[in-house]
């Protein structure tokens, strides 16, 4: 099956720094989405973007599908953005089924 | 809120009891999954049900039994667990294969066996 790969599997921030997180995959995919999961376990869904570039807020996302990776990048970063990031995939077939990384723990001191 | 609920939150069974998990969504979605998230491992699929019937059961133990009576709900049936099924067990749901929506997570059950 498809692998995916997050880097780097952590990272510590001071408030106020800037961070780009990596999401490289071992193959062509038709769904490419980041989440955020906070301390208290909830996921979110921040970007879908199989190719190209998004932005909302402080977050920008951009995905290059032919060199197969994706950049999360978060500005001017927040306590509140603490938690691990997941990229995750989507490689089409006849089954609904997005496969994870292992995620980038963020942590944001004040 | 996300739209998916999942009840109960926390959970401790013993190896022999029999519990189930139940998650509800309210976003008109057609497609609910569960994913199963151990302490420093990816989530792993585990269960994906599409119009309430099941496409992909990714080689789960048989004490895992997952049920899916109408496209708003699913449950997951446990029995006979081992202390390795610890874990932190989420619900999600799509609309066909997300895209713009997206999946939607629940908050999760974190389930201990003792």
């Known amino acids: 099956g498809i692998q995916v790969e997050q880097s780097p599997p952590d990272l510590i921030l001071q408030e106020g720094a800037n961070s780009t997180l990596r999401c490289n995959f071992s193959?062509?995919?038709?769904?490419l989405q980041w989440f955020h999961q906070n301390p208290w376990g909830q996921l979110i869904n921040l970007f879908y973007?199989?190719?190209g570039t998004k932005q909302n807020g402080r977050l920008s996302a951009t995905t290059v599908a032919t060199e197969r990776y994706s950049l999360l990048y978060i500005s001017s970063s927040q306590t509140t953005d603490s938690g691990v990031y997941f990229c995750?995939?989507?490689?089409?077939?006849?089954?609904?089924?997005?496969?994870f990384g292992k995620g980038t723990l963020l942590t944001v001191n004040p | 809120e996300t739209g998916v609920t999942q009840t109960p939150r926390h959970l401790v069974m013993g190896m022999t009891n029999k519990k189930s998990l139940k998650c509800e969504q309210h976003?008109?979605?057609?497609?609910m999954y569960w994913y199963k998230q151990s302490a420093k491992k990816p989530l792993e699929l585990m269960f994906v049900?599409?119009?309430?019937?099941?496409?992909e059961n990714n080689s789960v133990p048989s004490r895992f039994s997952p049920e899916c009576p109408n496209s708003s709900h699913l449950f997951l049936h446990l029995h006979t667990l081992q202390p390795e099924d610890s874990a932190l067990y989420l619900c999600?749901?799509?609309?066909?294969?997300?895209?713009?929506?997206?999946?939607?997570f629940g908050s999760g059950t974190r389930l201990t066996v003792v």
């Open positions: 976003l008109g979605h057609n497609a």
């Open positions: 193959d062509s995919v038709n769904n």
């Open positions: 973007i199989p190719s």
């Open positions: 049900y599409n119009f309430k019937e099941q496409t």
């Open positions: 999600a749901s799509s609309q066909g294969r997300g895209g713009e929506n997206g999946y939607t």
């Open positions: 995750a995939v989507d490689s089409g077939g006849s089954n609904y089924k997005l496969t």
